[in-house]
């Protein structure tokens, strides 16, 4: 049974589900003062962009290709989705095509992506809420907006909610927000940047912690971390970048 650090009881608290945590989830690592976290997220992200070089991820520059990107990605795996998207896009290079073509068309396109009546019908409701709010199937109206009346918008559509709405922001139209993923909030929680792996909590804390001009590299690079040593289970703690700063990871080489 491994050991586990003394935090402070209000941290502790904010754990989720701890009874269903595996063991690597039960090392809390300290919270730091709010000045030295801010300290440690600037390292670890100068560190994390050296190592990744803030990877594009495959995301769209238009705001309504990269919601139907997104539409698809959800709950399925990045070579299946990309390939999908792909092939819509070759099919219907402008998304006011999707009020005409009948539902049925949208779900043979979109069939090998997973759950593709529920993702046809979504897409076939945003195509008509667009053409209802702005007179064409497009978000390029949200450039307009300031950041809050983007987001608000974009969590007023069919499947979208914050994450999704905060990656529209920050890849295609240019905000600096931080979208908060499995991955960013993992990493996070680890380096004892946050208190908490509740995603709303992690959203809340990282957008303190983390200025403007470093979230994009943060998001991007922490997915790609993620991904490749951070991982949820059997973290490569030895290979890491961030082994220095990481209370979790020298406790999960012991
Ligand atoms: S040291 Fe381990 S736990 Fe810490 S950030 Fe690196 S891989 Fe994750």
Known sequence: MMSIFLVDSLWSLNVPNLGRQNEYQLILPRIHSLRTRKKRAAISIARLKARYHSPTLNNKSDPLDELVFILLSQMTNSVSYE???????????????????????????????????????????????????????SLDSLFDYDDERAQSYLMSLPGIGMKSAKCILMYSLGRQVLPVDTHSARVAYRLGLVASYEHSLVDKELSVIVPPELRFDYHVNAIAHGRAICRARRPRCERCVLLSLCQFGRKFKQ
């Open 83 to 137: 390939r999908v998207y792909d092939r819509v896009k070759s099919v219907i290079p402008d998304w006011n095509q999707l009020l005409k073509l009948p539902l049925s068309t949208i779900e043979n396109l979109i069939l090998d992506a997973g759950l593709f009546r529920h993702r046809a019908t979504r897409l076939k409701q945003i195509a008509v809420r667009l053409n209802q709010d702005f007179g064409t199937v």
